[in-house]
């Protein structure tokens, strides 16, 4: 079955203590995005990557790195995580190609909270 | 400037009627997709609905219908006869720049739709 998984779903963390949240798509796509949801800002990109060691900020990197060793994995790391980094995140894969009609695929969010 | 701006915060239907939530978007190019996502209470993303700039028919999935009108900028979609799992919000989302591989989707705020029986 094709799809993008993220781990962990759910996770509570404190302020300062360095996470990774996984991001693992088996449709050998080029592009993973990662997004994050606010409650009306909608969903905003952070990071993307257009293929293996390929990455660049979206509209709001400040204080994420990410990794694209990979074609399949696109890990989003938060090395200092603070409480304004309490969000929605989504990991998102699609081919490229002339076509700009492919969907994105998503995973089904992770939801971080950082006291 | 909002590249996509959906107008409706929340909509609220009856069962089995039709609803159009509203989307327009910004963009100088000239190839262009609009896509519409589902985004129910439980948090996944559900893709719906595509249309190429380049098409010159509507776009029609089952009981989605993305109404396009490229002089005026938008995109709005039409559910046909809603039904309760309807309820959820939706977003519309734009990728510009096909051809040059470039894939990121711009979203817009979302409108909360809310079916009634």
């Known amino acids: 079955e094709a799809q993008v998984t993220q781990n962990p779903r759910y996770l509570i963390t404190v302020t300062g203590k360095k996470l990774t949240v996984t991001c693992s798509q088996n449709?050998?796509?080029?592009?993973m995005s990662w997004y994050r949801q606010d409650p009306g800002l909608g969903l905003r990109q952070i990071y993307y990557?257009?293929?293996?060691?390929?990455?660049d900020k979206g509209d709001v990197p400040e204080g994420y790195k990410v990794s694209r060793k990979e074609k399949r994995n696109f890990p989003l790391i938060l090395e200092s995580p603070s409480p304004n980094q309490t969000s929605l995140y989504f990991c998102?894969?699609?081919?490229?190609?002339?076509?700009?009609?492919?969907?994105?695929?998503f995973g089904d969010g992770t939801r971080l909270s950082i006291l | 400037a909002q590249k996509i701006t959906q107008t409706q915060p929340g909509m609220f239907v009856q069962e089995k009627e039709a609803v159009t939530l509203d989307c327009t978007y910004d963009?100088?190019?000239?190839?262009?997709?609009l896509f519409w996502y589902k985004q129910p209470s439980s948090g996944e993303m559900i893709f719906l609905i595509y249309?190429?700039?380049?098409?010159?028919q509507n776009a029609t999935e089952g009981r989605y219908s993305l109404n396009f009108q490229k002089a005026r900028k938008s995109a709005n979609l039409v559910i046909s006869a809603s039904q309760l799992g309807d309820s959820a919000m939706y977003f519309c989302?734009?990728?510009?720049?096909?051809?040059?591989?470039?894939?990121?989707?711009?979203f817009g705020k979302g409108t909360m739709l809310l079916v009634s029986p």
């Open positions: 998102a894969s699609s081919g490229l190609g002339t076509a700009s009609n492919q969907p994105q695929h």
């Open positions: 449709m050998n796509h080029e592009y």
């Open positions: 990557s257009m293929n293996v060691e390929v990455t």
């Open positions: 963009t100088s190019d000239q190839s262009y997709g």
């Open positions: 249309q190429g700039s380049y098409d010159e």
């Open positions: 989302a734009m990728r510009e720049g096909a051809g040059s591989g470039y894939s990121t989707l711009t």
